[in-house]
């Protein structure tokens, strides 16, 4: 059974930074994709950004090009999010996701972006 665990969210002023860890119990490159999305108060969850296995290939939501890096460290099985120049609109809870044959998801971290 895959597990994936999220630390590093908390409450940060607006232009701060923040970086998120998703540690996987199997190997980062056993998955296909693995990704951050995040959840905001009545909104739908939405993707962040993503990483492929296969060549590292990165994606990112509009609104977090430039702010946000996604990177990953294989030895200790972890995906991160550097997130800089935060908005109080970056407030959600974000999710770690894992795609091989089906989604693997984490339990989410809060992030809280004040004005």
């Known amino acids: 059974q895959v597990q994936l665990v999220e630390s590093g969210g908390g409450l940060v002023q607006a232009g701060g930074s923040l970086t998120l860890s998703c540690a996987a119990s199997?190997?980062?490159?056993?998955?296909?994709?693995m990704g951050w999305y995040r959840q905001a108060p009545g909104k739908q969850r939405e993707l962040v950004a993503t990483i492929r296995s296969d060549g590292g290939s990165k994606k990112y939501a509009d609104s977090v090009k430039g702010r946000f890096t996604i990177a990953r460290d294989s030895a200790k099985n972890t995906v991160y999010l550097q997130m800089n120049s935060l908005k109080p609109e970056d407030t959600a809870v974000y999710y770690c996701?894992?795609?091989?044959?089906?989604?693997?998801w984490g339990q989410g971290t809060q992030v809280t972006v004040s004005s």
């Open positions: 996701k894992a795609l091989r044959y089906r989604e693997y």
């Open positions: 199997a190997s980062i490159f056993s998955f296909d994709v």
